[in-house]
Structure formats: C-alpha cells, structure tokens
DNA sequence: AAAAAGTGTGCAAACGTTCCCAAAAACGTT
DNA sequence: AACGTTTTTGGGAACGTTTGCACACTTTTT
C-alpha cells in the first residue's frame, strides 16, 4: 500500500532510540532491556505499527511465500489441498500464490518461471497430465528452490512428495466393482506419463487377477489432456461402449465428471446400466446421477504434509540429504443402492 | 529465492558503467543511447538477469500484487471469477493473492488485514455472508488502498462495482417456474443483509407480481450463513416443506447444491416432485439429479471487469472522483424435460 | 566567439529493514 | 582507584532498485 504507515525510523526518532534498538525491540531480542522493550512495544502499539514486509524481505532475501501449481481450482481434490496448504502457511506467517496449469505444460512452465522470479521461497506442485520434461524444475530445484510434489510426482526427482495410496485406492474400487457382479470393467485414465496413472493401473490389474479376471489392454483408455476436452472424452466412451463393458473404474477427478457428462450426453440409454467407481473429491457426488461410488483422496491433509515438508525444506539450515515420500490413505465411498 | 542471482550492480560493473545507467538501459528510457542500451540488454539477456521484484517494491511502494476475497474457491462460481481476474491481473503484470472468507466476517476481516500488511496494491472482495460491519475497510480505503467489489456489495460505499443484474437473472428464473405451471414457488435465500439477497427478492416478487400470484412471506427462508453448514438448510427446507411448495428458487450456488442436499437426505420422496431455479455457476450441473433450472452469472466476465476497474484505480494519477457500477446480463440455463 | 540547448552518463540518496561492530553505561572485583 | 565484565545502546552498511541532480561533452543558435 502506498499509504503513509509509520516505520521503524519514524518510532525511533518519536522515542529518541536509535533504529537498531528499535528493531531489536521489536524483536524482542534478550540485549534490550525490559524497560526499552515495554516503552517501544508500547508506542508501536499506539501507531499501530506494521513491519513492512518487504523491506523485510529485501533485507532477509526471502519472501515468506510460496508458491502452488495445481491443475485447476475448479477442482474439488486441488481446492481441497489448497485448503490444506493454507491452513498450514497461514500458521508459519507464509501466503500462497497459487497458479493453475489447466493441464498444460506450456502454462505449468511459464507459471512455475513466473513464481520463481516472484521471488518465491518454495514450490508446491502437481504436475500437470501432458507435463514429461521436467528439467525446468531440476534447474530451479539445483539453484536452491525447495520443492515439494504432490499428488503428480515425477519418478526421478529426489525430493519430498506427497501422494495418496493410489494403488489401494485403485484396487479397493475394482474390487467393489467385481463383487457388485461387474465382469468386464473397463479402465479410464489420464495421461500415460502420469504417476498417479501408472500407480492406479496396478491396482486395478491386481484386483482383477485376484479375482481371475483378465486383464483386457483394449478396455483401459487413457486420455493426454486429462479430461479438459470434451472431445478427448467422448472419444474414449465411444471406443469403450462396443466393447459392452458392465463397468468403468475412472483414475481422475475431472475424468469422473467428465466421462459422466459424455456417456449422458451421447448414450443416455446405457449410462444407468454401467456401475461406475471414480476417483473424486467432488462435494457433490451425492448429487450426481448416475451415481457412482467414489475413492475420495485425502485432500486436505496432503496439503498440510506438503506443505509442512516443504517449510522444513525452506528453514533447513543444512542441506537436506534424506526425502520423504509419505503415502496417505484413500476413501472408498459406495454408491447408494442403484 | 535466495540462491544467487545477477544485479544490476553485477551487470554495470561487468560493463563499465553506472548502475543508473543501466537501470535506465533497461527500462528503455529516452536518456540512454541506442549503443549502451543494445550492449546492456544482450548481456543482460546472458546471463539471464531478473529484476528482483522486491527491490523494485520497495523503492517504487506499491507491490504489484492484489488481493482477492472470496467466499470458498471450492465454489464454481468464484473460481471462475477468480480465472476472470487473473487473465486480466497477469496480462498487466500484477499477481495475484487469494484468500478465502468461508462466508465468515471475523474470516473475512482477518484476512483483508492480513493483505493489507502484506501490502497488497488494491484489494477484490465479494462481502461475506455474514457481513454487516464495513468500517474496518472504509478505514483501509480512505487511508489509500483501492477497493473493487463485486458480486456481493456494500450500498453505501463509494467505489466502483460489478454485479450481475441479479433482478432480471431472479425474474427469468421464477417466471420459467410459474410458466411450467408452479403456483406455490418457495424463495430459498442467502442472508438478509447481502446485497444479493435483496435484489434477487426483488426480481422474484415482481415475477410473482405480473403472474397475480400472492407473496407469501413465509415461503422466504433466510440462511444466515450462505448454506455452509448443512443444519441450517436442513431446518430451512424442514419449514419449507409443510406449506407445500411446487417450486423452489435458490438464490445463490451454494444454497442451491446444499438445498438440494437436503432434499434428497431428508425428503427424497418428495425431491423429484419440487421443481428447482436456482443461481449456480456449478459446470458439472447437467449431471444432477433431481435436475434443475439454472441462473449462470457471468462469473469469468465478471471477474475480468472488476480487475480492470481495480488497475485503473491503482494506477490513476489524480484521485478518481466517478465511480461506476457494472451490471452484466446472466443466462438462463432451463431445466432438460423432467 | 560566446551562449544556449541537447545528449549521455554517473553520483548518491532513498525505500524500511536487519545485523555486525563498536561504544557507552552500569556494575563488580581487586 | 583502577581495572575487567556485563548489559544496553547507537552508527552505519547492506539488501537491489529507481531517480533527481550534476556534470561533461556535442551540437546548435545568436
């Protein structure tokens, strides 16, 4: 803000101090005695004074914020996660400057370039469904910016991530899918590159060979722009339904709704009779028809782990050399009777 | 980002000049001839020099950064307004901060505060639900911060505004009730003191008015906290229903999912037989059950307005003295057959 | 030929902090 | 009474920019 706001300057020159014992005042620092403390807190208090933020940051080199690539906020399971990020920065004194991909890995670079010369101290990221070069990253990573995947990590980065137990959350709702009698269940996913799309691949094929059900590559579809073309969609329904699956095992939140949408809208007919179970953290699954049972993502607290990881990585004083991947639980939510 | 990067002081030691010169050089200023600027942009170019932002914040006071407060990201509705904004706020060079009221005034309150130490250049805000106290931001606007409402604004404020003509959006939505045949049409709202609230009661009466169709105050529920928690839709819907509705009109997004909601879990009977209107920007609408007629604001637009309107009053030489207030045409999405 | 105007550059202060270093004040110890 | 210690304070540089002003040099005008 351009308005005039007292400055440090301004409180010492008010309490004949210099700027220094005023800054350390404030700081509480142990050299100022209790008198000089009381008598400079006090006056801040009546100017109301407010640390400029930047000089701050100038002086310190550092910004106190961090930066958040997701997809989309639109999306519930990323507006979920920002929730959670938040919920922590707020607490550590970081804001956030979020940024959406919307699957595209032109605009996730220029974001991510964009955030960097903003001067910010982290990056929290998923990457995005085309994304497969990521020597952007390594380059911002090995001149000192922490980052922290989430969600959508890279195989080869050591680093700190965060993701769900997608294989888990995959085979639990094949198999829900298998003991509700389904037998040709077929598998819509995102891009090939993705690490969430490989993980989730796993536990459906292993919940169809517990099952002795085989494993047919020609009923799993996958879908490079993750859902953001309708066209994409539609494409993928109409290959699957001649193939007359009973049921769908969807890998993504906008897939789910997507793919939802494309069967109403050209095969209406048939959209009730397929048993559908999809990722997604919608809030209003309740309401969708047809309905569908859901493997809800813990959203939230990934945003916290994230983001707890990522500011142990900013306030390191020594280099970090061991890196986590924490894996955090999903939720099967089955479909109310059909 | 604290790892090392080039300066301005790098650049005009490596070049022999002045840091003035070269801080002139590539701001491109008359003064500078043509040779020197040549020479310092190609080598800034080399060794990819960014001007440090925060530097450049402190001396010019002002941040490039504006803040946002909406009611939940989560909701459609503002995370299309919120993609309005940063196509415009990007464009011009400013980014962009995002805080989330959830409908709650100490929320609201304490993250406008929280901005404005951040020194945020001009602030975006849709009132919360529970908003009736202003003074705190009149005091942040008369001290020089430039505020733009939007959706949901203040009567007595001068500043500029950008709405959606929330009248004509209500009237279309409750006559397209009456004229598929609704007599008894409950009016479901947000709380009494939004400006929302009481311009799409306006448009809901006068619908009423030309159809000769009694206003009966008891079908008009107020929710004091815009449908956040679901008790209050419970206990709203629980009165609505005795006095037997035929139709309902929801006045804002929230309300609407929630309301619906509520009408599947506590009457699901009677869910199919209540035809809906409602305002949601909700993308995945088409997918709901029971399905429902819908008031589409112009969110992106609206977003994309109202950020104009901010820059234009941060960047204003002389204090701007007309203010104007933008009303953007909604849409009327109807119901597909029952 | 001198004065005026124009062109290109550098010096140094400023933005509001933090923090190293020194200096002053207060106190205790011989 | 002289000397250390400890406690408390101040001076001033630095972070990386921008910009008013002064200066030197050219060119034009009278």
Redesign the interface.
């Known amino acids: 803000?351009?308005?005039e706001t007292s400055t440090i300057k301004d409180i010492a020159k008010a309490l004949g101090l210099s700027t220094s014992t005023v800054s350390r005042a404030l700081r509480d620092r142990y050299e100022i005695s209790e008198e000089t403390k009381k008598l400079v807190l006090a006056y801040a208090e009546k100017v109301n004074y407010?640390a400029?933020?930047?000089?701050r940051?100038?002086k310190e080199?550092?910004?106190y914020s961090i930066g958040i690539i997701a997809s989309?906020?639109?999306n519930?399971f990323f507006?979920?996660v920002?929730?959670g990020i938040?919920s922590i920065a707020?607490d550590k004194d970081y804001?956030?400057?979020?940024s959406?991909s919307h699957e595209s890995y032109k605009q996730e670079k220029l974001n991510v370039e964009?955030l960097?010369?903003?001067?910010?101290?982290g990056l929290l990221i998923a990457l995005s469904s085309e994304t497969q070069d990521i020597d952007y990253l390594r380059d911002l990573y090995t001149?000192?910016?922490p980052i922290v995947f989430f969600d959508r990590v890279p195989e080869d980065f050591e680093t700190h991530k965060v993701i769900a137990n997608n294989f888990k959350g995959s085979f639990d709702a094949t198999e829900h899918l298998i003991l509700s009698g389904k037998r040709t269940i077929a598998h819509l996913t995102n891009s090939e590159n993705l690490s969430i799309t490989k993980e989730r691949l796993k536990g459906y094929k292993a919940a169809l060979v517990k099952y002795h059900i085989e494993f047919r590559p020609e009923l799993v579809k996958y879908c490079q722009h993750g859902g953001m073309h309708s066209a994409e969609l539609e494409q993928a329904v109409k290959e699957l339904l001649p193939l007359q699956p009973d049921g769908i095992f969807i890998s993504s939140d906008r897939l789910t709704?997507g793919c939802?949408?494309a069967l109403?809208?050209t095969n209406p007919e048939v959209a009730h009779k397929i048993a559908i179970a999809g990722f997604t953290n919608?809030?209003?699954v309740?309401?969708?028809?047809p309905s569908l049972t859901s493997v809800k993502q813990p959203a939230f607290e990934m945003g916290q782990v994230a983001t707890e990881l990522l500011i142990s990585m900013i306030e390191a004083k020594r280099p970090i050399t061991e890196f986590e991947t924490r894996i955090l639980d999903t939720e099967l939510v089955k479909m109310p009777k059909h």
Chains 1, 2 share one sequence.
């Open positions: 803000m351009r308005f407010r400029n933020p930047i000089a940051s100038l080199r550092r910004s989309e906020i639109a519930n507006s979920q920002i929730n938040e707020y804001h956030v400057i979020i959406q964009h960097a010369s903003r001067s910010i101290d001149k000192g910016l709704t939802i949408m109403k809208k919608s809030n209003l309740e309401l969708f028809s």
